[in-house]
């Protein structure tokens, strides 16, 4: 018998129109590493909430290590035996200390009090929050969040975890660090985990992967036998990782390279081994963004304290002076906890500074604080979560309550709101539904749709597409630089995701420890890839499958971070098919 074995399962949620999860049969075996994909919808995270026994199957049959989720008597059993890491850590912290959290599981096991102090002081290393063991879990990001979470699973040292997009949060190093967790505890443990994710990068680390689509199973099998079926990855909204596709373009365009390749070290291997001789053109160096211009964003000497006079004092945003041109998207970078969310709701009067000035368009925003408002119809800041912004009856009133109080009536207000809608690629259809019917995705665009309706000049983004699957980020993101190309605005993208930043973004601008640690350019900063390494973060697949090929000689540069100017590089030096 498989450790896990779901047997012709299916499941619908009350008043939904069909079976989200339709006659679906899984053997999963003690000991491997699976990963669920899928987009948005598609039945993943009820398949994992079926497995370990948050939900019931309407018909089949779902056992994990010989356990029958369905029978009450074995539910404590099944509960120590599969643990499950949430998307959203709010969902799973329980107490107010970081240390009590992770403490919560082994206490309630009945571990005895000096190993519980072991097992805490292990699970938060691992996850590197051992400095916040002390901090109050409601003060910390929503990346520090979800590593409290993640510890607390580990704390139970159960023999299967299932991480439900679990990393979407992180930023690089903290997503490298549970992946390599992840891969540990599987290989030297053999603990089995499941985990789900929209991180191409990540499913390729797997040995098994099944691809979800309309509560079906729709392909299953090694990431490498998938990720080579590229054109059928993209009718299912999905991608492959970025050497992967370029791998695929460079075949487009009649090069003689391999299908199927994943990782970087074995695209560096594969082109040294045909390479032929570099091209001239490579040689060239890339243009530098100005920073000089009008400021939309300044921010001088500014100051951001967190729990004054208590033990959870923290700087927040040290001293930080920075100016922000009009017109750009910037993209906001930095590890879990460098500020960057502290700093997205200074832009708009939600924080006030400890010291310092903030001023947008020349004006000091606390001068006069009886006219904030004017300045947060200047300012849309779209949250980590959007979908907690909704709260109207339907879909239009809640695009529509910002504009109107606003003080736009009529027929302006029909137009911004559709515009808006548009833009966010909303269909007219739906305005008059609850927003609060909707799946997830659409909750967000709807929130973020409230946001552009206002037709603010500057458009601040906190994680706003984290969780989405490819093509609904994609989607999103394309709407919201739809807005920005048309209306001239000034976007401020806050991500963990590099290839995000390196699509959309004119300019970087790095903290840590809320402070500025870097500010150029796209090429500019990428190309200082140590730099970015040594903050906790990351670059591109791209530009580190170049780094590695400069190191070998075999390119001059290494600011390469876009699919496109990658296979323009390598195609000239890599033999044609016959």
């Known amino acids: 018998m498989s450790f896990i074995e779901l047997d012709n399962i299916s499941f619908s949620y009350p008043e939904s129109d069909g079976p989200t999860i339709k006659n679906v049969s899984i053997k999963i075996e003690q000991g491997t590493f699976t990963v669920i994909v899928g987009h948005n919808g598609s039945g993943k995270s009820t398949l994992a909430n079926l497995i370990c026994g948050i939900l019931l199957p309407n018909s089949g049959k779902v056992t994990v290590d010989g356990l029958d989720?369905?029978?009450?008597?074995?539910?404590?059993?099944?509960?120590?035996?599969?643990?499950?890491?949430?998307?959203?850590?709010?969902?799973?912290?329980?107490?107010?200390?970081?240390?009590?959290?992770?403490?919560?599981?082994?206490?309630?096991?009945?571990?005895?009090?000096?190993?519980?102090?072991?097992?805490?002081?292990?699970?938060?290393?691992?996850?590197?929050?051992?400095?916040?063991?002390?901090?109050?879990?409601?003060?910390?990001?929503?990346?520090?969040?979800?590593?409290?979470?993640?510890?607390?699973?580990?704390?139970?040292?159960?023999?299967?975890?299932?991480?439900?997009?679990?990393?979407?949060?992180?930023?690089?190093?903290?997503?490298?660090?549970?992946?390599?967790?992840?891969?540990?505890?599987?290989r030297e443990q053999g603990i089995t985990v499941i985990t789900i994710t929209h991180y191409m990068n990540e499913a390729a680390l797997a040995d098994r992967m099944i691809l979800m689509n309309k509560g079906t199973v729709a392909m299953d099998g090694s990431p490498r036998e998938l990720f080579g079926e590229v054109e059928k990855m993209v009718e299912y909204g999905l991608t492959v990782p970025q050497i992967t596709e370029l791998m695929y373009e460079l075949e487009k365009l009649g090069c003689d390279v391999k299908r199927g390749i994943l990782h970087t070290l074995e695209a560096a291997d594969h082109i040294e081994e045909i390479h032929g001789s570099i091209s001239d053109d490579e040689s060239k160096s890339s243009s530098t963004a100005s920073l000089s211009g009008d400021a939309a964003i300044e921010l001088e000497n500014v100051t951001v304290e967190y729990g004054k006079g208590t033990p959870f004092h923290?700087?927040?945003?040290?001293?930080?002076?920075?100016?922000?041109?009009?017109?750009?998207?910037?993209?906001?970078?930095?590890?879990?906890?460098?500020?960057?969310?502290?700093?997205?709701?200074?832009?708009?009067?939600?924080?006030?500074?400890?010291?310092?000035?903030?001023?947008?368009?020349?004006?000091?925003?606390?001068?006069?604080?009886?006219?904030?408002?004017?300045?947060?119809?200047?300012?849309?800041l779209v949250f980590q979560y959007p979908e907690y912004q909704l709260f109207e009856e339907t879909i239009y009133k809640d695009i529509a309550f910002g504009p109107k109080n606003m003080g736009i009536k009529g027929d302006e207000l029909d137009k911004c709101v559709k515009d808006a809608a548009r833009?966010?690629?909303?269909?007219?259809?739906?305005?008059?539904?609850?927003?609060?019917?909707?799946?997830?995705?659409?909750?967000?665009?709807?929130?973020?749709?409230?946001?552009?309706?206002?037709?603010?000049?500057?458009?601040?983004?906190?994680?706003?597409?984290?969780?989405?699957?490819?093509?609904?980020?994609?989607?999103?993101?394309?709407?919201?630089?739809?807005?920005?190309?048309?209306?001239?605005?000034?976007?401020?993208?806050?991500?963990?995701?590099?290839?995000?930043?390196?699509?959309?973004?004119?300019?970087?601008?790095?903290?840590?420890?809320?402070?500025?640690?870097?500010?150029?350019?796209?090429?500019?900063?990428?190309?200082?890839?140590?730099?970015?390494?040594?903050?906790?973060?990351?670059?591109?697949?791209?530009?580190?499958l170049f780094v590695e090929l400069q190191k070998r000689g075999l390119v001059k540069r290494s600011d390469i971070y876009t699919i496109k100017k990658a296979a323009e590089l390598l195609e000239p030096i890599l033999p044609k098919r016959k």
Not at 90 to 112: C, K, M, R, T, Y
Not at 169 to 184: E, F, N, Q, W, Y
Not at 325 to 334: A, S, T, V
Not at 339 to 351: D, E, I, P, Q
Request: charged fraction near 25%; charge should be neutral.
């Open 423 to 544: 833009f966010c690629g909303i269909d007219d259809s739906i305005l008059d539904s609850s927003p609060f019917e909707i799946s997830g995705g659409q909750k967000r665009r709807v929130a973020m749709a409230g946001v552009i309706a206002m037709r603010p000049s500057i458009l601040v983004l906190d994680e706003p597409a984290a969780g989405l699957d490819p093509e609904g980020r994609d989607n999103v993101l394309g709407g919201l630089i739809d807005y920005h190309r048309k209306n001239g605005s000034t976007m401020l993208m806050i991500s963990h995701s590099m290839e995000d930043i390196a699509k959309y973004a004119d300019q970087i601008l790095v903290m840590k420890d809320g402070r500025v640690k870097a500010f150029g350019d796209v090429s500019q900063i990428f190309k200082n890839w140590n730099m970015l390494f040594e903050t906790g973060l990351d670059v591109p697949q791209i530009t580190k």
């Open 314 to 380: 923290r700087v927040a945003i040290d001293n930080l002076s920075i100016r922000l041109q009009k017109g750009k998207i910037i993209g906001l970078i930095g590890h879990t906890g460098s500020g960057k969310s502290t700093f997205a709701r200074l832009l708009n009067g939600l924080l006030k500074p400890d010291a310092g000035k903030v001023y947008i368009d020349g004006v000091d925003i606390w001068e006069k604080p009886k006219e904030m408002g004017k300045i947060r119809s200047k300012v849309g």
């Open 69 to 186: 989720t369905s029978n009450d008597d074995t539910f404590e059993q099944l509960r120590r035996t599969c643990g499950m890491v949430f998307q959203n850590p709010d969902n799973q912290i329980v107490a107010s200390i970081v240390e009590e959290d992770v403490a919560f599981a082994p206490e309630n096991l009945g571990v005895e009090p000096k190993r519980i102090r072991e097992i805490v002081d292990e699970c938060l290393e691992i996850v590197g929050m051992s400095e916040y063991k002390m901090h109050s879990t409601s003060k910390l990001s929503g990346g520090q969040k979800q590593k409290v979470a993640v510890a607390g699973i580990l704390a139970m040292s159960p023999k299967c975890i299932i991480f439900d997009e679990a990393t979407a949060m992180l930023d690089p190093k903290g997503r490298k660090d549970v992946m390599d967790t992840l891969a540990k505890l599987n």
